[in-house]
């Protein structure tokens, strides 16, 4: 776990980062905005070779424009993203090797391993004039045998897609889940998931495993920074699913699949 909705997913030889943001601050000001309470659980310098960077949408908070210029510099790995965010890229990084799809495209990364863009219930955009004109989406990565699934932001909705993506791609091994910025809940509902929607979510997904993210590294919303690890510990108890299947992950801390 780097932190936010940023992970170093290992696999198969390939090193994948989702989300990846380094700045101090998610926000397009260096001086305001949303500011780090925790450092990057992996210095930028001590990154293994990243092959490819799975990029959900275009929230700052999830698009750094500082990080994908010092991954383009060290790594140059390829950039999967759903449609649109590639003009904000190259905007700002010429030679970044971005490629683009709609939801359900698939990207191979290598003999063995495929990233499809898949649906999610959220929005995009950076200012006040381009709502809603960059896609946004989560990813199902599969893997030399193995399925991982990074959901980006997303609301639960009536949870017809998570069905639908355990019918479309079956279960899941190890699924990356949302569990913070969800207060208040009557505006947050629609568009993040909190501890008890991201445990159903998992139980759709058939997931063996489940990992929380989107919790305790920027401030974005009204519940207390460690509530989201709090409220997820507690639903797991209350639904008596065992609290090893679904951790709450802070940055630094690694955990191995088989």
Avoid: C
């Avoid at 698939?106 to 999610?120: E, M, T």
């Avoid at 919790?215 to 919303?221: E, I, R, V």
């Avoid at 639904?239 to 090893?244: N, Y």
């Amino acid at each position: 776990m780097v932190g936010h909705a940023s992970v170093l997913i290992q696999t198969g030889g390939l090193n994948i980062l989702t989300d990846p943001v380094w700045s101090n601050r998610a926000s397009p000001l260096a001086f305001a905005g949303p500011r780090r309470v925790t450092a990057p659980g992996v210095r930028m310098s001590d990154l293994p070779p990243i092959d490819a960077v799975l990029l959900s949408h275009n929230h700052y908070d999830h698009l750094d424009v500082a990080t994908l210029r010092q991954l383009q510099a060290r790594h140059a790995p390829r950039i999967i993203t759903p449609l649109g965010n590639d003009s904000i890229i190259r905007r700002h990084i010429p030679d970044a090797r971005v490629e683009t799809g709609d939801w359900f495209d698939r990207f191979d990364i290598a003999p063995g391993a495929q990233a499809h863009v898949v649906p999610a219930l959220h929005w995009s955009s950076r200012g006040a004039r381009d709502r809603r004109m960059a896609l946004w989406g989560g990813f199902m990565l599969q893997a030399f045998g193995r399925t991982v699934y990074f959901a980006g932001d997303t609301g639960y909705g009536t949870g017809a897609i998570f069905r639908n993506l355990r019918a479309r791609f079956g279960p899941v091994d190890v699924a990356i889940l949302p569990i913070g910025a969800y207060a208040p809940r009557w505006f947050m509902a629609a568009q993040h998931t909190d501890p008890d929607d991201a445990i159903q979510i998992m139980l759709d997904l058939d997931a063996k495993a489940a990992v929380g993210m989107h919790w305790g590294t920027f401030k974005l919303t009204d519940e207390p920074w460690d509530e989201p690890a709090r409220r997820l510990t507690a639903s797991l108890r209350t639904g008596g699913i065992d609290a090893a299947k679904f951790i709450a992950m802070r940055p630094a801390e690694t955990a191995e699949f088989e």
